[in-house]
Each structure stands twice: as structure tokens, then as C-alpha cells.
């Protein structure tokens, strides 16, 4: 199989300082964060794997990375993985790969099953 010697972007609009959401737009900025994978097989369930790891750590830098737990972080850590979610399901979907998608899917059922069962 032809791999593609390219790195895909995982791009995120964040918001920095903890900007208020009545705050004009000039506060979001848009990061985009280079992905290689031109040494994986994305046919695979290993190579989607490693993408899909590869894809989630640039979805966290991309987002302003983890935020300190706490209960003053609750609105932040709450904007963080919506940030997170919505640029690796982004990502995931641009990389029109079948396997990645499964994988990707997959590895969300758990938490759907979680929430579903409160």
C-alpha cells in the first residue's frame, strides 16, 4: 500500500485567559498543529492506532493542553474537551480513512456507555 509522506493538521479554535464568552471574537485564535504519518499503514488497526494517539496528543496541545483540576477550572477543563472532541473528531473525518474511523469510534464507546447508564 502507498503511503502518503505528509502530516496532517489537527486545528483548533481556542480561546486564551480564560476570555469570557461575551468577549468579541478577537479573543479565539486558530492553532493548527502538523501530524506525520507517513510511516503508518492507516489500513491497519496498529497503524490507525498510532495515528489516533498521534491525533489526540496534537488535539491536546492544539486545545491549550490540560487544565489544572479544580473548582475553579470547571468552565475551563469543560471548554478544553469540547476543543478536544470536536478538533480530533475534525481530524479523524479529514483523514478519510475507514480503519481510523472505526478505531476512533471505538475507542469513544466507552464513555458513551458511561454517560448513558447515569
Known sequence: M????FAFLVAAVVGFGGQAQADP???LTTLAIAVPYGDLDL???AG???????LD?????ACGGRPDTGPFQIERT?????CREASLGAAVARADSPKLSQVYA???E??????AKR
Open 2 to 5: 502507498n503511503r502518503i509522506p
Open 25 to 27: 471574537p478577537s479573543a
Open 43 to 45: 489500513a491497519t488497526v
Open 48 to 54: 490507525a492506532k498510532a495515528m489516533l494517539d498521534r
Open 57 to 61: 496528543r496534537a488535539a491536546d496541545t
Open 78 to 82: 469543560a471548554t478544553w474537551r469540547s
Open 106 to 108: 471505538a475507542s469513544r
Open 110 to 115: 466507552p464513555a458513551v456507555t458511561a454517560l
